[in-house]
T-cell receptor
Framework: KNQVEQSPQSLIILEGKNCTLQ??????????LRWYKQDTGRGPVSLTI?????NTKSNGRYTATLDADTKQSSLHITASQLSDSASYIC????????????FGQGTELSVKP | NAGVTQTPKFRVLKTGQSMTLLCAQD?????MYWYRQDPGMGLRLIHY???????AKGEVPDGYNVSRLKKQNFLLGLESAAPSQTSVYFC???????????????FGPGTRLTVT
């Protein structure tokens, strides 16, 4: 069964610190993996999109990595800011299902001053 | 350029009532999607459209209908609302199928629906 699991469920860090969020998936055959940021009360916003051949992608202080062999991805946030408080969602798509997107449950990040 | 907009932002319905959620995009995207988001669960696809005049079922289509009469608009209808349809509904659009391409999928701000 195609699944996307994220850990931890929630995380609290102090402003200025770094953190890493994890995403494990069982989706096959793999097409692409996305990380979204969802602020409270808003729609998800794309941070990165990675295909099979890409193993790292950055967007400002956000860096995503992908290991297609172990089916794992991580999102690293550097020098966190209060505005990074949000839910971070990992999404994986399968080639053979018309591009169906499978969403993880998200990691709730809270950055405290 | 407003991106993806949704109306209304909030709505409370009684069981059995009907309503239509409107999604509009100004990016000339072919693909449009309706999702629901429930606590502790990932977004789930209700229906989607690959172009004007076309619609298809997603993962959880029961109790919902959709129409795409104009390229820029995608309507989601609830004919007889049930408490199980209490959720936050998101519309999204993309230039090509988001799953098979690396094209961005843009989301609207959401509609919070409560069915009592």
């Amino acid at each position: 069964k195609n699944q996307v699991e994220q850990s931890p469920q929630s995380l609290i860090i102090l402003e200025g610190k770094n953190c890493t969020l994890q995403c494990n998936y069982t989706v096959s055959p793999f097409s692409n993996l996305r990380w979204y940021k969802q602020d409270t009360g808003r729609g998800p916003v794309s941070l990165t999109i990675m295909t099979f051949s890409e193993n790292t992608k950055s967007n400002g202080r956000y860096t995503a990595t992908l290991d297609a062999d172990t089916k794992q991805s991580s999102l690293h946030i550097t020098a966190s800011q209060l505005s990074d408080s949000a839910s971070y969602i990992c999404v994986v798509s399968a080639k053979n299902q018309g591009g169906k997107l499978i969403f993880g449950q998200g990691t709730e990040l809270s950055v405290k001053p | 350029n407003a991106g993806v907009t949704q109306t209304p932002k909030f709505r409370v319905l009684k069981t059995g009532q009907s309503m239509t959620l409107l999604c509009a995009q100004d990016m000339n995207h072919e693909y449009m999607y309706w999702y629901r988001q429930d606590p502790g669960m990932g977004l789930r696809l209700i229906h989607y459209s690959v172009g004007e005049g076309t619609t298809a079922k997603g993962e959880v289509p029961d109790g919902y209908n959709v129409s795409r009469l104009k390229k820029q608009n995608f309507l989601l209808g609830l004919e007889s609302a049930a408490p199980s349809q209490t959720s936050v509904y998101f519309c999204a659009s993309s230039y090509e199928a988001a799953g098979v391409s690396s094209y961005e999928q843009y989301f609207g701000p959401g509609t919070r629906l409560t069915v009592t």
